[in-house]
């Protein structure tokens, strides 16, 4: 069992993420914020999903994979720089508006 947290200061997107991962059996939402910082990391024991305009990594490493959805690959450069143990960055064009 993958166990998620969803970060986004988006409300929508979270919900519909969690909605759309609700459906596969393997993964289980423990949790969702609107801040990377707020992200309990003991009941995130292997994914955070973020949504990201700016992210920040605290010191402490915690045992937990990333995965960045942005249009803004500019703002994951700071978290990929603190060497998480694992990490995605999907990159897609977001029409705001």
Do not use: Y
């Amino acid at each position: 069992m993958i166990r998620v947290a969803i970060v986004s200061p988006n409300h929508a997107l979270r919900v519909g993420l969690r909605e759309m991962l609700s459906h596969h059996p393997g993964i289980q939402v423990v949790g969702e914020v609107a801040r990377l910082a707020d992200v309990n990391e003991k009941e995130t024991e292997v994914a955070v999903l973020a949504s990201v305009s700016s992210a920040r990594l605290r010191d402490d490493k915690g045992n937990f994979a990333l995965l960045f959805l942005t249009d803004d690959l500019d703002s994951v450069r700071a978290p990929l720089s603190s060497s998480p143990r694992a990490w995605g960055v999907f990159a897609c064009r977001c029409r705001r508006g």
